[in-house]
């Protein structure tokens, strides 16, 4: 699943520079998260980065983007093709995801 910004959102902006793929950015009442650069933290942490620093709860999983770490992690790695580290630990199957809590 991707994740969404609910209307719950105060702007605040926590979530913005926690996400590794810079996937959020502010709109025109509150920040939004485009759903094809997020990668639900996959390859990075263990949570949702942005779910941990929202002080409203506003960031949440979307039922309607339902994906599988593998998807994600296949997202992380084309979005970061520079990452080294990242291919290596996704080639080991040894990387961060919170579907593996």
Do not use: W
């Not at 902006?13 to 590794?20: S, T």
């Not at 793929?21 to 942005?50: K, Q």
């Not at 039922?63 to 992690?73: K, S």
């Amino acid at each position: 699943m991707a994740i969404k910004i609910t209307e719950d959102c105060i702007s605040c902006g926590a979530c913005e520079p926690e996400c590794p793929n810079e996937a959020i950015d502010a709109g025109d009442e509150i920040y939004v998260i485009n759903p094809a650069a997020c990668s639900e933290c996959v390859g990075f942490y263990d949570h949702l980065a942005c779910q941990a620093v929202c002080p409203v709860e506003s960031c949440l999983t979307d039922p309607d983007r339902v994906e599988t770490e593998d998807v994600l992690i296949q997202r992380s790695l084309s979005l970061h093709p520079d990452d080294n580290e990242l291919r290596r630990k996704a080639a080991a199957n040894d990387y961060p995801s919170h579907f593996r809590q």
